[in-house]
């Protein structure tokens, strides 16, 4: 199984930026994708970024050209980079990764972490 621990959140205000972490533990080596989605109150939980290793990267429209999201492998760890957030970004954002394991006998599965809090102000 994979384990997924988000940080990085917080206050910021308008056109600010912040750095979301998302630390990886377990079978992090059966791991094809990972990504980050958020939800604010009242809306679906809705994709941010996502990479598909060995594939392509996705950003959602509204926040192309703002965020980007990395990897470090060796620290096992994916990150959101957030740049000139505005309040409309404000929500529990969370990590997710898909992988195909043996430990869960080749079953695909989805990870997801506890969620990190990121509020813009005006």
């Known amino acids: 199984q994979v384990h997924l621990v988000e940080s990085g959140g917080g206050l910021v205000q308008a056109g600010g930026s912040l750095r979301l972490s998302c630390a990886a533990s377990?079978?992090?080596?059966?791991?094809?994708?990972i990504g980050w989605y958020r939800q604010a109150p009242g809306k679906e939980r809705e994709p941010v970024a996502r990479?598909?290793?060995?594939?392509?990267?996705y950003y959602a429209d509204s926040v192309k050209g703002r965020f980007t999201i990395s990897r470090d492998n060796v620290k096992n760890t994916v990150y959101l980079q957030m740049n000139s957030l505005k309040p409309e970004d404000t929500a529990v954002y969370y990590c997710?990764?898909?992988?195909?394991?043996?430990?869960?006998?080749?079953?695909?599965?989805?990870?997801w972490g506890q969620g990190t809090q990121v509020t813009v102000s005006s």
């Open positions: 377990g079978d992090t080596g059966c791991i094809s994708a």
């Open positions: 990479a598909i290793f060995g594939g392509y990267t």
């Open positions: 997710n990764a898909e992988a195909t394991c043996r430990s869960t006998a080749w079953n695909t599965r989805n990870y």
